[in-house]
C-alpha cells in the first residue's frame, strides 16, 4: 500500500529534477534537467530571463516585450553543487542537484530563493515556481488587483474579466499585469512572470511555508529584476515591455462620458453647458447609443444624421470627439465589415472551421482575431470610418473579450502570429492587441497626429497603445478609495496613464460624494467622469450649486497644472515611472505606507503628496513621510515622519507640497487648445539643498517632438546658496510662455538679479482655489477658505539661452 501511495504522488507533482548537462553562450547558459529544458539569459546587468519548458522548444508570448537580449560582461563560477552566473547587479546562483535557483545581490545577501523540495514543478499541464519567503516580505503592484497596497497573505488569478460593479476585493478584473515587487531587508526585486494563460499569484494564502506563481499552461518564462530603488526596477520592467509614447495635451484635460448621450441635440447641450457654466473640458466620449443597432463602424441615422458637422461643431468649441469601438461584429450577411470579416478568414474560429459567436449588444457576434497580423491592418483601416467624420479618439471597450454568459469556450482557435492556440493562451492578451490595432488604425489614417486609445483590457505591454480606466466601478465611498489603489497599482506595474470612472459608474453618487471624486481626480492621470444608463444625471453641474463651485475649482487647478502635469508625462516617457506614484516607489520600507490608514496616499508629478479622503469624513490622519512639506492651500509647514490631523472639510482635499518642488502654472484656459496669458507661473517651495525641475513643452498633437520639436530646460535651485539657475534651452520649439513669474514660499526674497538689474519684488495675495459662494447664510453652513497672504513674486522675461538669478 505505501509503495502505491509514493507511486501516486510522484505522478501527482513532476518536480523539474536535476542538472544533467549544461553550456555557457554570449548572453548566458542554458542546459538540461531529467524533466526539462533551461534557459537563463542577459537582457541587461539588472534584468535576467528564466525559461524552463518540458518541450523541445520554448513558446514565449511575442506581445509584450519588446528589449533583446545583450551581450553584457558577466561570469560563470562552478562547483560540484552549484553554477553561478554573475552580472555588476544580480548574481544567480544554479543548484544542480535539484535544480532551484538563488537570485543574490553583489554583496552575496538573498533577494530571492526557490523553494529546495518544489523549486519548479508541473501538475500536469499546469507549471509553478514556488519561492521561499524572506523574513517580513512584502509585495506589491500585479497591476490592476483589488486588496490592499501590500499583496501579503492574498492570492490573485489573471483571467482578463468582464466585471460589471465588481466589489472592493473581487477579483479577477479586466486587465492582467503579471508582473510584482519583493520588498525585505532593505532590498527590492521585481518578477514578470511573461505567460499569457491563466496565472495564480499566491503571496502566502492558506499556506505558511512558500509563496508561487503557475500557469495552468506552457513554460515558466519570467524575467527576475533588481535594483537599489524600486523605481529602478519599474524602470528595468517598462525598457523591458516598453513606455507610453506622449499623448495628445487634450487627453489630460477633463473628459466627459457617459452611457449615453443621445441623440446629437444632447451633446452639442453638454458642450455648450461646459461652456456656459465656465468648467474647463477637453473631452466628449460617444457610448454604445451613437451606432445604428451598436454596429462598430456606424452611426444611427436618426440620433445622429449628420455626425460630421457635429464633430465639426463640436471641435469648434474646443472639444475632441472619443467613440467606443467593441470586438464584437454583429453576424449579418448585409453588414460590411461581418462579410469582409467571413471572407478574409478573420474572425476566430472554432478547431473545425467554423466561426465563433457570442452574444453582445448587436445580439450574435463574430470576433476578429486580433492575434493575426491581417486582422489588426484590416482592423486599422475600417476605422478610416471614424476618421473622415473628425473622430479624435478611441475607447476599446469589451475586449476581454466580453460576451453574456461570461464564458468563452476554451478550445476556439486563435492565430498568435501563426502559432495556433487556444482561448487559455490567447484570452489575455487579446484586449492588448485590440488596443494596438486601434492605435495603429489612428496613425494610419492621421500619421502626424498622436493617437489616443483608452483601453478597459490589456495585458504587460499595453503602456505602449493605450491609456487605461478600472472598468465598471460603483458610486460609493469605498470604490473611490478602491479605485485610488488600482491606479497606483497599475503605476507599480508600468501603466502611467491610468483613471477610474469619476462619481462612480453604477449606482448614484451623492452629492458630497461627487464633489470628493472630483477633487481627488484632479490630481490623477487621467481625469474622466463616467456614469450609466438609467441612471441620474452625473454631469459636474448636476448636483447642486455647491458642488458644482467645487468641481469647477478643482477643473480650473488641474488646467492650471498643465505645465506640472504635462512635463510629468514627459518623464514617464524617458523613465516609464508613474505620474501617480505610490508611496511604496519611494518609501518602501517605511511601515507606515502599508497600514490601511495611510496606503491610499501617494506622490504626484514627484511633487504632490496627496492624502485621499472620503466625503463623510471631517478630520483625516494624513502620513507625512520623511521630508518637509508644505500644506497647498495656505503654506503651513510641517515635517516628515509624522502623523498629523487634518481638517478636510469638502472642498479642499489635503495636498502637500514636497519642500524644494518647483509647480508650474499657466492662466485659466476653457480647454487645452485655448492661448493661455503667455506667463509661466513658477512657485518655488523652500528647502535645504538642492532642487531640480525639468519643464518640457512641444505643441501637445503632432509627432514633430520626436524630431526635436520641442521645448526643455532644467531648472536648478540651490536655495543655500540662494541662486536659480535656468540651464540653456533643448529643442527646436519656441516656449508658449513670453514671461516667467516666480513666486517664493517659505522664503523672504526682498530683491532679485537678473540679466545685471537688481528687481525688487511685490507682495501680493493669491489662492490655489476660488472663495465659494455662501448660498446658505446659516454660520454652520459655512465654507472655509484658505489663501496665502503676502507672497513675494516677480516677473522676468523667458529667455531660451541659460540665465540665473540671485536671490537676496
Known sequence: MTEVTNKRKGKQNLAIGEVQSWEKSEIGISGKTSEANFSITLYEVHTIRIQVSKDDDFSPNPYSVIGSPKKLDFSVVENDKFISLETSKIHVQINLSPFGLTFLSPDGIVLNQDDPAFAVSWLGTEVSNYKKVQKKERFIGLGEKTGNLDRAGRAYTNWNTDYFAYGVNDDPLYMSIPFYIGLHNNLAYGIFFDNSHKTVF??????????????????????????????????????????????????????????????????????????????????????????????????????????????????????????????????????????????????????????????????????????????????????????????????????????????????????????????????????????????????????????????????????????????????????????????????????????????????????????????????????????????????????????????????????????????????STVDGLPIARSLAIDFPHDPHVYETAYQNQYIFCDKFLIAPVESTKEIAKVYLPEGEWYYLFNDQKYSGNQVIYVDTPLNYLPVFVKAGSVLALQSDVSHTGEKHDGILRLHFYNSKGKAQYLHYEDDGHSMAYKNGGFFKREIEWASTGEILHFRKSEGQFASAFHSVKLLFHGLDIKKIKFAGELITTKKENMAFLDKLSELDPLPDQLHPYFDIEEIQSVTIDHLAEAFSIELQ
Request: glycine share 8%.
Open 202 to 571: 499566491n503571496f502566502g494564502a492558506s499556506n505558511n511555508r512558500f509563496v508561487y506563481y503557475s500557469a495552468e499552461d506552457g513554460d515558466l518564462d519570467y524575467y527576475f529584476f533588481h535594483d537599489s530603488t524600486v523605481s529602478g526596477i519599474i524602470s528595468a520592467y517598462t525598457t523591458l515591455t516598453g513606455r507610453m509614447e506622449m499623448p495628445p495635451l487634450w487627453s489630460l484635460g477633463f473628459q466627459q462620458c457617459r452611457y449615453s448621450y443621445y441623440p446629437d441635440s444632447e451633446v452639442m447641450t453638454l458642450a455648450n453647458t461646459f461652456r456656459e457654466k465656465n468648467m474647463p473640458a477637453d473631452v466628449i466620449y460617444l457610448d454604445i447609443h451613437h451606432m445604428e443597432k451598436y454596429k462598430v463602424f456606424t452611426f444611427d441615422g436618426e440620433k445622429f444624421p449628420n455626425p460630421k458637422a457635429m464633430v465639426s461643431s463640436l471641435k469648434e468649441k474646443g472639444f475632441k470627439v472619443v467613440v467606443i469601438m467593441d470586438p464584437g461584429i454583429k453576424s449579418d450577411q448585409d453588414y460590411l465589415p461581418y462579410a469582409e470579416g467571413i471572407e478574409k478568414g478573420l474572425f476566430v474560429e472554432y478547431p473545425d472551421g467554423e466561426i465563433y459567436e457570442g452574444q453582445v449588444w448587436p445580439g450574435w457576434c463574430a470576433f476578429p482575431d486580433f492575434t493575426k497580423t491581417e486582422t489588426r491592418a484590416w482592423w486599422a483601416e475600417k476605422m478610416a470610418f471614424y476618421q473622415e467624420i473628425g473622430v479624435d479618439g478611441y475607447w476599446t471597450d469589451m475586449n476581454e473579450p466580453a460576451s453574456w454568459g461570461q464564458f468563452t469556450p476554451n478550445l476556439l482557435n486563435f492565430h498568435y502570429e501563426g502559432e495556433e492556440v487556444s482561448h487559455r493562451k490567447a484570452r489575455n492578451i487579446y484586449g492588448l492587441q485590440m488596443a494596438r490595432a486601434a492605435m495603429e488604425g489612428s496613425l494610419l489614417h492621421n500619421p502626424e497626429e498622436r493617437p489616443f486609445v483608452l483601453s478597459r483590457s490589456g495585458f504587460s505591454g499595453i503602456q505602449r497603445f493605450a491609456a487605461a480606466w478600472t472598468g465598471d466601478n460603483v458610486a460609493s465611498e469605498e470604490h473611490m478609495m478602491a479605485g485610488i489603489r488600482l491606479v497606483n497599482s497599475l503605476g507599480l506595474s508600468g501603466v502611467s496613464f491610468a483613471g477610474y470612472d469619476v462619481g462612480g459608474f453604477c449606482g448614484e453618487s451623492s452629492k458630497s460624494l461627487f464633489a470628493r471624486w472630483m477633487s481627488i481626480a484632479t490630481f490623477a492621470p487621467l481625469y474622466r467622469a463616467h456614469s450609466m444608463i438609467n441612471s441620474n444625471d452625473a454631469e459636474p453641474w448636476s448636483f447642486g450649486e455647491e458642488v458644482e463651485e467645487i468641481s469647477r475649482n478643482y477643473m480650473k487647478l488641474r488646467y492650471r497644472l498643465l505645465p506640472t502635469l504635462y512635463s510629468g508625462f514627459y518623464k
